[in-house]
């Protein structure tokens, strides 16, 4: 190795430990704000708190910066000493609802039982670090720090009750946050998610490829009878709707297993009275698949299923169809420079190689239009979205993954942005804005069903 690339090296690792240095500086304030968010979790397009503690952090660091985008997206942006290009690190503002977990807000039910609090601290960890030790004046190119709305799929109710106002037109935080042009000038993104790991020396991972999935909410309607003295005149929604479920478990085994698809419905409402036909019952739904293609093939099975319901008791469905999340993409070459990182500060049996994951979120969409990376940090205990979910390490929770977002950061943009050309070189994303908007605009939809239609 020739001592011109030791002197950018030795340079690049000068460049990392100040920021993580001045991230050091703040561990008990940035412990403090990820335990605070914690205790106050809020629901997506809700997060008003979680959003005012961010921008109130950049006011105090000097970060130029924009909030409300997608009601409550804060979006700061620090100048690097040549404007070549622009890497966003995001944090998640939103919790999950998981009424039974104890840190549960009593009145709606959200819990931060995905890490999401963790996400925040570690941006905001970030933020210090990188203005504090002056290293923007050093590197070839911006950093846009994000804290996004609603990547949990909840409420869909409310959220279409945003989208009917006209508040927001996708129920996911970035897909929104695109349609806005928040990501317009970025180049690539990365993020940390926390995860619980029994093997404790086993502490970050960049996570594979994951599902997508779209959303349906369902409504068969039959017609109310009396239950016990009546029966034949009525139409039972509810019967028609265990049919549909019983039709959607038959076509499991015709799921290919590669496609990893995912279908869970629960029925949010059953009926009224238990001596009255039921004559109105609800469903919501996922449909998962690993690919565009898988997804679209399963939800025709879906749909197929859903009208067999209510053409068996003569019910009519009412089928809601709605943009989820694309599958997420795995970049390698974005991953192999986080990877490099960790192990050069962690050691070797500090990594883990992941798997595919079966869930889905919205760092998915962000994949198909730039090189992203969603980082998996092991700083929790406890099933993900369960009532046993906590904040295991603090340290490898809200400082550490930040420091190794850091790290991964200079990297990127030191030396000419050399590393961060190098990813974009030949790169060509899997859709364009315009096509992306396109295609999650051409999946809303909505089906009225009955036999004498068919």
Not at 22 to 50: C, M, S
Not at 409 to 433: C, H, S, W, Y
């Amino acid at each position: 190795m020739g001592a011109e690339v030791l002197d950018i090296m030795t340079h690049i690792q000068q460049l990392q430990d100040r920021v993580c240095e001045r991230i050091d500086a703040h561990r008990e304030e940035i412990i403090a704000i990820g335990e605070d968010i914690r205790v106050h979790p809020e629901l997506g397009f809700k997060e008003f708190r979680t959003a005012e503690i961010v921008a109130q952090h950049f006011a105090r660091l000097g970060i130029p910066h924009q909030t409300g985008i997608a009601i409550t997206g804060v979006k700061g942006t620090l100048a690097g000493r040549a404007p070549r290009l622009t890497v966003a690190y995001l944090g998640e503002l939103d919790s999950v609802l998981v009424r039974e977990h104890p840190d549960a807000d009593p009145i709606t039910g959200a819990a931060h039982a995905c890490g999401h609090n963790a996400q925040i601290a570690n941006l905001i960890a970030l933020a210090y670090g990188l203005v504090e030790s002056g290293v923007m004046a050093e590197l070839n190119g911006n950093i846009a720090l994000m804290a996004v709305p609603a990547e949990e799929y909840v409420e869909i109710a409310y959220r279409l009750s945003l989208k009917e106002a006209g508040q927001i037109e996708f129920l996911g935080g970035k897909p929104e946050m695109i349609r806005l042009g928040a990501f317009d000038n970025i180049h690539m993104t990365l993020s940390t998610h926390q995860t619980a790991r029994e093997n404790g020396k086993q502490l970050f991972t960049v996570g594979g490829s994951c599902n997508g999935c779209l959303v349906k909410r369902i409504r068969y309607v039959g017609k109310a009878a009396h239950a016990g003295g009546s029966p034949d005149r009525g139409i039972n929604a509810l019967k028609a709707a265990t049919l549909a479920l019983q039709a959607i478990d038959a076509n499991r085994e015709t799921f290919r297993d590669d496609d990893h698809i995912r279908v869970h419905p629960i029925i949010t409402k059953g009926g009224e009275l238990v001596n009255v036909i039921p004559d109105e019952v609800l469903i919501e739904t996922y449909v998962r698949g690993a690919t565009v293609e898988a997804i679209a093939a399963a939800d025709v099975k879906v749909d197929r299923c859903l009208k067999a319901g209510a053409l068996a008791l003569g019910a009519t469905v009412e089928i809601r169809t709605l943009p989820g999340y694309l599958p997420k993409l795995y970049h390698e070459g974005l991953a192999q420079v986080y990877q490099r990182n960790v192990v050069a500060s962690l050691g070797q049996e500090a990594w883990w190689e992941s798997s595919f994951g079966a869930g889905s979120t919205d760092m998915g969409d962000v994949s198909h239009l730039m090189p992203t990376i969603e980082a998996s940090a092991n700083g929790s205990s406890g099933t993900g979205h369960g009532a046993d979910y906590a904040i295991r390490d603090p340290e490898m929770a809200y400082i550490t993954p930040a420091k190794m977002a850091a790290r991964t950061l200079v990297d990127l943009l030191a030396n000419d942005a050399t590393e961060a050309r190098r990813i974009l070189e030949g790169f060509q994303p899997a859709m364009t804005k315009e096509a992306y908007l396109s295609f999650l605009r051409g999946m809303d939809r909505s089906v009225r069903w009955q036999e004498q239609e068919a």
